[in-house]
């Protein structure tokens, strides 16, 4: 894995938890406000389970997505939590009931997102066979390009060598 896409998936993960800080540990007062940084800090760990939990999902089933389009799809899941979730469900520990939430999700919707993701590896499969299929059109290419320059020579040779010998008789 090369250090784009660690940071790109480390910058993913600092974004959703800053959403989730926000969203969901923000405080009316400063004293609030510090109870609720501790909690963060606190349920940090099991965030990051949660938050993490959506490509285990994917990954079995051969899904891939971008770091977008997985920080897109999480933050959805966010504000949807935010908007209809019930705070008196998930009380004091919100990290059980955010893996929760998006387990049900998955769970109910993730046969769309299979098809939406599988159809857009289908379509990469298909280009990159087309990829491979242009290496070996240019390697045969080449290879055709090659017998020719050697048919070429040898005709060359062949032809300076019968017009040399004109002293020589054919047989027919």
């Not at 971008?66 to 009380?91: F, K, N, T, V, W």
């Not at 919707?109 to 499969?125: S, T």
Request: aromatic share 10%.
């Amino acid at each position: 894995m090369s250090s784009g896409n660690i940071a790109s998936i480390a910058d993913t993960v600092r974004q959703l938890l800053g959403a989730v800080q926000r969203r969901f540990y923000a405080a009316q007062s400063p004293r609030d406000h510090a109870e609720g940084r501790a909690s963060f800090h606190r349920d940090r760990r099991m965030l990051l389970y949660a938050l993490t939990w959506p490509a285990v999902w994917l990954e079995r089933r051969g899904l891939t997505c971008s770091a977008m389009r997985y920080h897109a799809l999480l933050a959805d899941r966010l504000a949807e939590i935010a908007l209809h979730g019930d705070p008196a469900c998930y009380g004091a520990y919100f990290p059980t009931y955010l893996l929760k939430c998006l387990q049900e999700w998955f769970q109910n919707h993730g046969d769309e997102l299979y098809d939406e993701l599988k159809h857009i590896r289908n379509a990469l499969d298909q280009v990159l066979a087309s990829a491979r299929f242009a290496v070996a059109e240019q390697r045969d290419a080449r290879y055709v390009e090659l017998l020719a320059s050697a048919h070429r020579l040898i005709r060359a040779q062949r032809e300076k060598r019968q017009k040399s010998d004109g002293r020589q008789l054919s047989l027919f």
